[in-house]
C-alpha cells in the first residue's frame, strides 16, 4: 500500500502517545520503510532521529546504532539539507552510541576508538568542551579493565568544563561512582553519588542508589543500603529497562545474607533477559545470580525448586537452584571470554568470578518484612 508524505506524518504522529516496546518500534519501522520508498529523505530523517531516541531510552541499542548510523551518514553527505539545529542532537545522541560499544564484545576495538575519535573531532570542530568525551572515554577505558587509563581519564574530566552536551547532574556523577567503585575507592564513591539522589533527571535516584548498594554495604553502612535498596527497587521493578542495575540488588541480597530474597527477585525479573538487552548486561545478571543459587546451595537448598511465571505467552520451564546455577555459570562466562577477547585480558572473567563468588558481609542482616537468610512466599514487591 502507497501512502503520500501527509500520512505517513500523520502515521508518525500517532507514535508519540504509544509506550515504549515492540508495537511503537515496528511503527515506526513502518513509516521509515515507505519514507525511503518514496524517497522522502527529510522524514526519514526526522524518523529515525526520533527512533534513535526512543530505541536507546527503551534499552533497544543494536536498534539504536543502526537509525543513528543512518542519521550521521546523511547528515555528513548534506549537512544544509536538515539545518544546523540538528548537529547539536547528533553530538547529545552520539554519547549514546559509544555507550553502546562497550555493551557488545562484537564491535571490535579499532571500530570502538574510531567512534571515540570521530566523537572527539566533531566537538572539538563545534568548539565545544571535551568533558562529555572524556567521560565516555573513561567509561570505555574502563569497560575494557583499564583503570589506570580510565582513572587519568576521570581526573581529566573532573578538570574540564562541563557545556551544554555534558550529561545531566545525575548521570555523571552516576558514571563517576562506576569509575571509583571499580578503583576500590568506596568512600569516595558514596560522597560523589548521594548528592545526584535528587538530580533533576528521570534516571534518579533509583540508578544511584543501585550504584551505591555495594559500597555501602562494604563500608558497613548497612541502613543505607537498606534504604537505597527499597528506593531503588519500587521504581525499577516495573521496567525491563533497569535489568541492568538489579544485579547491585542481587549481590546486596547475597552480602547482607538474604539469599531467599535473591531468589524471588531472580524468579520475577529472569524473563527481561529475553527482551532487548545486551551481553553485558546478560553477563552481570547472570553472574549476580549465580552468587544467590550458589549462596542457598552452600544453605543446603540446592534442591530448592525455581519457578518462572508464564512472560508473554511463554513459560520457562521450572528447574532448580543448582541446576540454574550451573547453567547460569556457563552462559556467564562465555560472555566474559567474549569480551576479553576484545580487551586483550581476563578483566571480565575475573569481575564475575569474584561477583559469583561472593558470600555475607559481617552478620546477616534481616531486611523490612522479611526473614533473615530465609526464602519466603511473599511476591518481592510486597516486602517493600
Not at 555528513?76 to 559509544?98: A, C, I, N, S
Not at 571490535?108 to 571515540?116: D, F, K, S, Y
Not at 573532573?158 to 558514571?175: E, F, I, K, Q, Y
Request: proline share 6%.
Amino acid at each position: 500500500m502507497s501512502h503520500t508524505e501527509q500520512e505517513l506524518r500523520a502515521l508518525f504522529r500517532k507514535t508519540y502517545g504509544m509506550p515504549p516496546g515492540p508495537a511503537k518500534f515496528a511503527a515506526l519501522d513502518e513509516v521509515v520503510r515507505h519514507a525511503d520508498a518514496l524517497g522522502l529523505v527529510e522524514l526519514a530523517f526526522e524518523v529515525r532521529m526520533e527512533a534513535t531516541e526512543v530505541f536507546t531510552l527503551s534499552y533497544a541499542p543494536t536498534k539504536a546504532l543502526l537509525s543513528f548510523s543512518w542519521c550521521l551518514a546523511a547528515y555528513d553527505r548534506e549537512p544544509d539539507r536538515f539545518g544546523g539545529h540538528v548537529e547539536h542532537t547528533l553530538l547529545w545522541q552520539y554519547k549514546w552510541m559509544v555507550w553502546i560499544i562497550g555493551l557488545f564484545p562484537e564491535i571490535p576495538l579499532e571500530r570502538a576508538h574510531g567512534m571515540l575519535d570521530d566523537m572527539e573531532r566533531r566537538y572539538r570542530r563545534g568548539g565545544h568542551s571535551l568533558h562529555a568525551v572524556l567521560q565516555h572515554r573513561g567509561m570505555f577505558a574502563e569497560n575494557l579493565g583499564e583503570l589506570d587509563r580510565a582513572q587519568e581519564l576521570y581526573e581529566r574530566m573532573a578538570r574540564t568544563r562541563r557545556d551544554g552536551l555534558s550529561d545531566c547532574s545525575g548521570c555523571v556523577p552516576t558514571s563517576q561512582v562506576r569509575t571509583l567503585v571499580a578503583l576500590g575507592r568506596d568512600e569516595e564513591a558514596i560522597a560523589v553519588g548521594e548528592p545526584a539522589r535528587n538530580a533533576p533527571c528521570r534516571e534518579q535516584p533509583q540508578v544511584i542508589d543501585s550504584e551505591l548498594l555495594l559500597p555501602y554495604v562494604r563500608t558497613g553502612r548497612t541502613d543505607d543500603a537498606i534504604a537505597a535498596h527499597q528506593r531503588a527497587y519500587r521504581r525499577m521493578r516495573d521496567n525491563p529497562h533497569h535489568l541492568e542495575h538489579l544485579p547491585h540488588h542481587l549481590l546486596f541480597c547475597v552480602h547482607t545474607g538474604n539469599a531467599g530474597y535473591g531468589l524471588d527477585l531472580i524468579e520475577r525479573h529472569f524473563s527481561w533477559l529475553e527482551r532487548f538487552t545486551s551481553p553485558l548486561t546478560e553477563m552481570d545478571f547472570t553472574a549476580a545470580s549465580v552468587a544467590v543459587l550458589d549462596g542457598l546451595a552452600a544453605q543446603g537448598e540446592g534442591a530448592l525448586p525455581v519457578r518462572f511465571p508464564a512472560s508473554e505467552g511463554r513459560r520457562r520451564p521450572d528447574t532448580t537452584v543448582a541446576a540454574l546455577a550451573a547453567e547460569l555459570r556457563a552462559r556467564s562466562l562465555a560472555i566474559a571470554e567474549r569480551f576479553d577477547a576484545r580487551g586483550g585480558n581476563g578483566f571480565h572473567s575475573d569481575r564475575i568470578r569474584r561477583w559469583m563468588a561472593a558470600t555475607v558481609i559481617g552478620a546477616p542482616v534481616a531486611l523490612p518484612g522479611r526473614k533473615a537468610a530465609a526464602r519466603s512466599v511473599t511476591p518481592p514487591e510486597a516486602a517493600l
